[in-house]
């Protein structure tokens, strides 16, 4: 089990630093960029030369992205092995007839979902609160009770 926490201590501690390079090459992709354009609007640049620097800052965003969905993942996977609960901000709670957030994007209140498995009734879900911001990551993980995806 030792072997196991320190495999997913180190997995999050390299997606911690893939997160800081990945955010340098943001940068340097965003002056790049920024660079390119002036060239370009002083007729010293070409337009293969601005769409390539477009591009190049495409990619950095989308590794950016990557980097936290691995970060998230492998925050999420060495969190079973820790005793104390996350320390991170909590979400504001929520009760019936609360105006949520403007930046909130999903919501749920009391969410229940029930299924009927022959005659039994399996509770996937019991008084579920979610409140998800614009611009947040969120990574959901658990068993399938269905083994499949259903709606």
């Not at 089990?1 to 997913?8: F, R, V």
């Not at 002083?42 to 591009?55: N, R």
């Not at 950016?64 to 970060?71: D, E, K, P």
């Not at 019991?126 to 083994?147: D, H, T, Y």
Request: glycine residues 6%; without cysteine.
């Amino acid at each position: 089990m030792n072997a196991q926490l320190t495999q997913q201590l180190a997995a999050l501690t390299t997606a911690d630093a893939q997160i800081r390079i990945v955010g340098t090459n943001v940068a340097a992709a965003m002056e790049a960029l920024r660079v390119t354009q002036e060239r370009y609007r002083l007729g010293a640049g070409t337009l293969l030369d601005l769409l390539t620097a477009q591009a190049n800052m495409t990619q950095a965003e989308v590794n950016q992205v990557s980097a936290r969905y691995n970060y998230l993942i492998a925050r999420t996977r060495s969190r079973r092995w820790w005793d104390t609960p996350w320390t991170s901000v909590q979400p504001t709670a929520f009760r019936t007839g609360d105006t949520p957030l403007p930046d909130t994007v999903i919501l749920t209140h009391k969410l229940t979902r029930d299924y009927d498995m022959g005659g039994e009734v399996v509770h996937a879900l019991r008084g579920v609160e979610i409140q998800m911001q614009r611009n947040e990551f969120v990574a959901v993980m658990g068993p399938s009770v269905l083994g499949n995806r259903r709606s």
